[in-house]
């Protein structure tokens, strides 16, 4: 009788143990969000992502791609039917405009009027252009830059945050700040249903408020995949990379250097000011006595200058201290363009084509439409204005430091600003 109770109380125990195990292995690896469909089919190299060799390459995953493709087979079909019924819902919303100050518009550059579409650009030609240039000056040895070299593994887990994903659309969107980012990250939103409103996942993006647009914990980015999948986590991010489409948006560097000080060291912002605006105070403008506050300080005069800010960013202790913050870091450190084989490179000077063009191509244009067009008053034009006072040696190092972002993208080199 003894070793028949002990018997059953193995097999219990046992049992407990498995249904436990099942459970905790569920939760971490997630396959409820393996959505591994994409909107653009577009056959990728073998070599297209340096961190897969020849012999590791995507000739590796195809037990993993059946295998997951076969268990999410059933939420596929769900998730399609969830989607057309969110078109239908779309298709009858129109769109607002959040509430800004006339201050915050006039600084941001906020335009919500509205614009005609333009369909002078070939947008097929225009991408393949684009991507052309990308890749030649990747595998070009002789034009270099720091990490550039590195394979995908070897960037650090940290790096990837900027990475946004959406399981449900097969889309990939890395944001650069300061390049429309905002209302990039509403339309992901969107698309993944990944935040609700009263219960109901948001379907305009300009319902969504700013300040849960920018909420980490809203988007699902490469960052988060160790604490979802653990040891998985590369594996998936490379089985994601080839089979989802990639996008990312792009800027003039040293515009968007302009939109990043104006933005944040000329509204009252008490993060920057605490941050950077204090330290770039005393040291490059000689300052003592500075206020506590950022309020205090604009009411007595104390403000960042365009040249403290150059200054900090061509200071070698700066980076020494901490890594750029992201508003004024080089893209490709956000993105990793030599490491990732994007399939749309959209550029904020044709934002409006580029947008529209690529919600097409994902096959979203009737869920949903880039909001109204955010046009930053920051124009190129501007750059000779905001740099006359910036000595030569000054201007000539920038350039060398946001080089890369000039080149890879298809931007010239600001010849004008870097000769007497």
């Known amino acids: 009788m003894t070793k028949a109770r002990l018997l059953r109380l193995s097999v219990v125990l046992v049992s407990i143990f498995m249904i436990l195990l099942i459970i905790v292995y569920w939760d971490n690896v997630g396959t409820a969000h393996f959505y591994l469909h994409t909107s653009i089919s577009r056959p ?57 100050s006339n201050l915050e518009e006039n600084v941001r550059g906020y335009d919500w009027s509205a614009h005609n579409d333009r369909n002078s650009l070939d947008q ?10 990308l890749r030649e000056f990747c595998a070009n040895s002789s034009f270099t830059f720091p990490t550039k070299e590195r394979s995908f593994d070897d960037i ?27 209302n990039w990250k509403r339309v992901m939103i969107v698309l993944s249903e990944s935040l609700l409103d009263q219960g109901v996942p948001y379907r305009n993006p300009l319902d969504i408020p ?18 979802r999948y653990g040891k998985f986590s590369r594996h998936l991010m490379k089985i994601k990379l080839k089979k989802y489409t990639k996008f990312l948006f792009v800027r003039d560097p040293f515009v968007r250097l302009i939109s990043a000080f104006r933005s944040k060291f000329e509204l009252e912002n008490e993060e920057f000011y605490q941050r950077f605006a204090i330290p770039m105070l005393k040291l490059y403008s000689n300052h003592t006595n500075i206020p506590i506050s950022v309020r205090e300080a604009f009411r007595e005069g104390f ?3 365009f040249s403290d800010f ?20 080089q893209i490709y450190r956000l993105c990793h363009p030599c490491q ?29 439409r880039f909001p109204p067009s955010y046009r930053n008053r920051t124009a190129s034009s501007w750059e000779e204005n905001w740099f006359a006072k910036i000595p030569l040696a000054w201007r000539q190092q920038l350039y060398k430091l946001y080089e890369a972002d000039f080149v890879l993208f298809g931007y010239p080199k600001p010849e004008n600003l870097l000769k007497d």
């Open 44 to 100: 990728h190299s073998p070599g297209a992502i340096p961190g897969i060799t020849a012999g590791e390459g995507w000739e590796a995953l195809p037990d993993v791609d059946e295998f997951l493709a076969k268990l999410l087979s059933s939420n596929l079909k769900q998730n399609n039917s969830v989607s057309r019924k969110a078109e239908q819902q779309l298709l009858v919303q129109g769109s607002t405009k959040p509430v800004v």
């Open 124 to 133: 097929e030609k225009l991408q393949i252009e684009r991507q052309r240039t």
């Open 156 to 182: 650090p887990n940290y790096e990837l945050n900027h990475l946004i994903v959406d399981d449900r659309h097969g889309v990939i969107y890395c944001y650069v700040p300061k390049v429309a980012c905002t």
């Open 210 to 227: 700013r300040e849960h647009v920018h909420n980490t914990s809203t988007h699902l980015t490469f960052n988060k995949f160790w604490r």
């Open 303 to 305: 403000k960042v200058s």
């Open 310 to 329: 150059i200054q900090y960013l061509l200071d070698p202790r700066t980076e020494k201290v901490v890594p750029f913050n992201e508003h004024w870091r």
């Open 340 to 368: 990732i084989d994007y399939d749309f490179i959209g550029k904020l000077e044709t934002l409006d084509e580029d947008a529209a063009y690529l919600l097409q191509l994902l096959k979203v244009d009737r869920l949903l």
